[in-house]
Nanobody, 124 residues
Framework: QVQLVESGGGLVQAGGSLRLSCAAS????????MAWYRQAPGKQRELVAT???????NYKDSVQGRFTMSRDNAKNTGYLQMSSLKAEDTAVYYC??????????????????WGQGTQVTVSS
């Protein structure tokens, strides 16, 4: 199985920066795709950034130019660098990954996994 462990959230003033991490543990062989979502209080979960099948990254319009998604394949870890944060960026941020893992010497998957979420609070 694969577990996604998120870190890096916290409280920051408007205009500040945070970097979220999403580390895949367990017998992960590879991460096929990764995305970041967020959910603000009273709102539905929304897509923030995602990789495409062509290898590019798509961002939600409101974060374009401020957020950067990246990945370290050797560490099976994804990152979301957030800059010029605004109060409306306040939410619980979740990473999502489609990953393959090893079980009894065989590759299993790919399957879909979610991180536990990390709170990002931007004070204005």
């Amino acid at each position: 199985q694969v577990q996604l462990v998120e870190s890096g959230g916290g409280l920051v003033q408007a205009g500040g920066s945070l970097r979220l991490s999403c580390a895949a543990s367990g017998n992960t062989i590879s991460i096929n795709a990764m995305a970041w979502y967020r959910q603000a209080p009273g709102k539905q979960r929304e897509l923030v950034a995602t990789t495409t099948s062509g290898g590019s990254i798509n961002y939600k319009d409101s974060v374009q130019g401020r957020f950067t998604m990246s990945r370290d394949n050797a560490k099976n870890t994804g990152y979301l660098q957030m800059s010029s944060l605004k109060a409306e960026d306040t939410a619980v941020y979740y990473c999502h990954a489609v990953a393959t893992y090893k079980k009894f010497g065989r590759a299993e998957g790919p399957y879909s996994y979610w991180g536990q979420g990390t709170q990002v609070t931007v004070s204005s």
